[in-house]
């Protein structure tokens, strides 16, 4: 089983940038769909966006043309970009290893712990 380590997160405030790497160990992340998820207090975990093996990617409608996934299996890590940040982006990141199937992606049991972002002034 992969095991991911996020990291990059902190204080931002609103309209700042922030990038999250996702560090991989265990196995290679270029035999999985790479996603990221986040969770706010009180909420479920929603999805973020993923990023196909193929490179081929997708968002939610509240972060798409702000943040971007990218992955360089060479260093066996993920990254999500996030631009034009907002309170409501606060929330801890984690990143999942799955599967990319029948067009959507289906996550597995191995997950990060997380990292906090908080966009604030």
């Known amino acids: 089983q992969v095991q991911l380590v996020e990291s990059g997160g902190g204080l931002v405030q609103p309209g700042g940038s922030l990038r999250l790497s996702c560090a991989a160990s265990?196995?290679?992340?270029?035999?999985?769909?790479m996603a990221w998820y986040r969770q706010c207090p009180g909420k479920q975990r929603e999805l973020v966006g993923y990023?196909?093996?193929?490179?081929?990617?997708s968002y939610a409608d509240s972060v798409r043309g702000r943040f971007t996934i990218s992955r360089d299996n060479a260093v066996n890590t993920v990254y999500l970009q996030m631009n034009s940040l907002k309170a409501e982006d606060t929330a801890v990141y984690y990143c999942?290893?799955?599967?990319?199937?029948?067009?959507?992606?289906?996550?597995?049991?191995?997950w990060g712990r997380g990292t906090q972002v908080t966009v604030s002034s």
């Open positions: 265990g196995n290679q992340i270029s035999v999985y769909a």
């Open positions: 999942n290893a799955g599967y990319y199937l029948f067009s959507r992606y289906s996550s597995s049991d191995s």
């Open positions: 990023i196909t093996k193929g490179g081929s990617t």
